[in-house]
């Protein structure tokens, strides 16, 4: 069973910025591609980023391209989302989330992707 833990939430003013972390349990972190994802209230879970298995391939949703910089450290088992310029449109709960398939050469960027769940964090922007 994986575990997953994000904290580093918070409440930041616009234009500011916040690092969250997400901590992955058991020996096979370092096999899949991870990702986060975030809920705004009364909308959908939507994409943010992703990292492939290996750390050399990343993506992003346009609405946080060149803002939100998404990193793996393999050898501590935690992925880390490093947020800038943060506006007030990025207020919503982040998860983090591991693929559903070890080594895929591109990870996904729907939910159904994903298997294993983080609680969540909030971050909340502020103008």
């Known amino acids: 069973q994986v575990q997953l833990v994000e904290s580093g939430g918070g409440s930041v003013q616009a234009g500011g910025s916040l690092r969250l972390s997400c901590g992955a349990s058991?020996?096979?972190?370092?096999?899949?591609?991870m990702g986060w994802f975030r809920q705004a209230p009364g909308k959908e879970r939507e994409f943010v980023a992703a990292?492939?298995?290996?750390?050399?391939?990343?993506y992003y949703a346009d609405s946080v391209k060149d803002r939100f910089t998404i990193s793996r450290d393999n050898a501590k088992n935690t992925m880390y989302l490093q947020m800038n310029s943060l506006k007030f449109e990025d207020t919503a709960v982040y998860y983090c989330?591991?693929?559903?398939?070890?080594?895929?050469?591109?990870?996904?960027?729907?939910?159904?992707?994903?298997?294993?769940w983080g609680q969540g964090t909030q971050v909340t922007g502020s103008s």
């Open positions: 058991g020996r096979t972190f370092s096999n899949y591609a």
């Open positions: 990292i492939s298995w290996s750390g050399g391939s990343t």
């Open positions: 989330a591991r693929d559903r398939i070890a080594r895929r050469f591109r990870p996904g960027v729907t939910r159904r992707d994903y298997d294993y």
